[in-house]
């Protein structure tokens, strides 16, 4: 008897995230491993590879797929990587649970180190994030598109199409390749908002599925990814925006930690603010941020 469908896309990544979501789902309720399906939805991100996710439309084209399939009742629920989930979402949909969040570091693959990276080094990545910090740590770097899974990624790299790249360390260990790479500490380079962390999300109407999945939410994780996504809906961020976050909680205190750069990495400003959890936190940071701003950092999030 299948109890839930779990939408998820085809991945390595995605199909190990969902098969955790599976697992954590039979341990709270008592189920056998059958009674929760993995639904597999291949989504235009899988299939365009050759262009960066900001020209053919942004973070939408991981979830698109998913979140027709969820609607129309295909699925009862949808696994995601919490980062490639666009702030606005559905009224129809809701985030019901995220699991308790992985490394949130990047992984520098190629070199131990940015400053180990040979003088005009080519470096792969499709993130706006990471390129601006690259520019702004090692201006003379020449970035080019790196898009696929994490294989393909790796084995660009071992072909010598470049000096190195980055990917999340989550991801890296969550496929066992935890040996792979150099985790950069998050004061060099500040992790893309709700990296590490997996989320599920149901239909707004569907109570039944909504508690199954509320009983594997992990509340620090979730008020956390919460927080760094407010501060993306307050800036109007989108997927050409260069912006970090990373929120952390101790008790009932919450601080989120902020970074704005220019495309080029010319420009940055940096903030924090702290208080109880629950707060709109996302939102005094943003206004700060903005405040501080200088005009080539400014003018990429309407301001």
Known sequence: MVRIRLGTRGSPLALTQAGMVRAALCAAHGWAEGEVELVVIRTTGDRVQDRALAEIGGKALWTKELDRALLAGEIDAAVHSMKDVETVRPAAIRIAAMLPRADVRDRLIGAE?????????????????????????????????????????????????????????????????????????????????????????????????????????DTPTHRCVAAERGLLAALRADCHSPVAALASLAGETLTLRGELLAEDGSACVEGLVEGVAGEDLGSALAADLLARAPEPVRSLFGA
């Open 113 to 217: 180190t940015l400053a180990d990276l040979r003088p005009n080094a080519v470096v792969g990545t499709s993130s706006p994030r990471r390129r601006a910090q690259l520019l702004r740590a090692r201006p003379d770097l020449s970035i080019v598109l790196l898009r696929g899974n994490v294989e393909t990624r790796l084995g660009r790299l071992a072909a010598g199409e470049m000096d190195a790249t980055l990917l999340a360390a989550a991801g890296l260990d969550r496929l066992g390749r935890g040996e792979v790479g150099h985790a950069l500490a998050t004061d060099t380079m500040l992790p893309a908002p709700a990296q590490g962390a997996v989320g599920i999300e149901v239909r707004a109407d569907d109570a039944v599925t909504g508690l199954l999945v509320a009983a594997i939410d």
